[in-house]
C-alpha cells in the first residue's frame, strides 16, 4: 500500500478536446508524490482514494519545487514537484513505487501546499453552508 512521501508511477487520464470539439482520453504515466492516502490530510477524508501531485523535469517559478536530492533518489532527471494543485487518484491507478521523499522535504512540501489552500477561508464557506443548509 502507497504510503505519504512516497513517490509512485501513476497513470492519469488526459483529456483532449480536437478542433472539432470531439474529446480525446489519453493515457499518461507520471511520477506523483503520494500527498494524502485518504485520511483527510490536504483536503477530504477518503479511504478509496489518494491525492497526489505530480512530478516534472520543466521548472516554472510558479509553485514548483526543486527535488535537490533527485539523484540520491534515483530519479531519470532532475524533478520539480508541481505543488498547484493536488489530484484525486484512486489505487488501481498506481503502478509501482520509485522512492520515498525524505521527511524535510515533506515538511516542505506540506508547508506551501497549505499557502495555496486557504483553510480558513474553507472554513467560513462550510460554516456559511451549514447555515444555508438548515
Not at 499518461?28 to 485518504?38: A, V
Not at 477524508?45 to 501531485?53: F, G, I, T
Not at 498547484?84 to 520509485?98: D, G, Y
Request: glycine share 2%; hydrophobic share 35%.
Amino acid at each position: 500500500m502507497p504510503e505519504i512521501g512516497e513517490i509512485w508511477l501513476v497513470t492519469i487520464p488526459i483529456l483532449e478536446i480536437e478542433e472539432d470539439n470531439n474529446i480525446n482520453v489519453k493515457l499518461q504515466r507520471r511520477p506523483c508524490l503520494i500527498l494524502d492516502d485518504g485520511r483527510g490530510l490536504v483536503v477530504e477524508e477518503d479511504n478509496k482514494n489518494y491525492h497526489v501531485l505530480k512530478l516534472t523535469t520543466q521548472f516554472d517559478r510558479y509553485k514548483r519545487m526543486v527535488i535537490e536530492n533527485w539523484r540520491q533518489l534515483e530519479l531519470a532527471k532532475k524533478s520539480y514537484i508541481r505543488i498547484e494543485m493536488p489530484i484525486k487518484i484512486e489505487q488501481t491507478q498506481l503502478e509501482r513505487k520509485i522512492t520515498k521523499l525524505p521527511d524535510k522535504q515533506l515538511l516542505s512540501v506540506y508547508s506551501e501546499v497549505y499557502k495555496i489552500i486557504n483553510i480558513k477561508a474553507l472554513k467560513k464557506l462550510a460554516e456559511k453552508y451549514k447555515q444555508i443548509t438548515k
